[in-house]
């Protein structure tokens, strides 16, 4: 089912989401199918986090060259001190693009949607992808980093 995505000034944003304590939770099976089709259908974006459709939970999708990345309760262990400054867009402000420096490289632990713990490597791209949904699910928006560059 394609859900509804929230726009910034919506307060749900700026909440800090719920740990999952069910990965193989029927309903967070469904939220996971729903997000991922919800973020093909709303074109390139990267990434989808569910307080952007209204769940309070630690759960984000990122979809980058051909593989899909379900983190749930996603933590950041470790960030690289050498960052790099992109542009970064967000669905939650259409047309909006915004130079954010980031870490290049970022070590997190979660949990896969089988409830097993694994930690990925991250860099580049798909590392910006991880800061910024991670970022999501504690209420932070690309608005947030903005000026401090």
Do not use: W
């Not at 859900?3 to 999952?20: G, H, M, V, W």
């Not at 400054?85 to 402000?93: K, N, T």
């Amino acid at each position: 089912m394609n859900l509804p995505i929230l726009t910034y000034p919506n307060d749900i944003l700026r909440k800090k989401a719920e740990e999952i304590k069910d990965p193989k939770d029927p309903e967070i099976k469904q939220l996971i199918l729903d997000m991922i089709e919800t973020m093909e259908k709303s074109g390139n974006a990267l990434g989808l986090a569910a307080p952007q459709v209204g769940k309070m939970v630690r759960l984000c999708i990122i979809k980058l060259e051909g593989k899909t990345h379900i983190l749930v309760n996603p933590v950041i262990k470790s960030k690289s001190i050498r960052k790099e400054m992109a542009e970064e867009g967000c669905l939650s402000f259409p047309g909006k693009f915004i130079p954010i420096k980031r870490s290049k490289k970022v070590t997190v632990k979660l949990v896969n949607r089988h409830g097993e713990k694994i930690t990925i490597k991250a860099e580049g791209l798909l590392a910006r992808a991880f800061q910024h949904e991670i970022d999501h699910l504690d209420g932070l928006l690309i608005i947030d980093k903005e000026n401090k560059n």
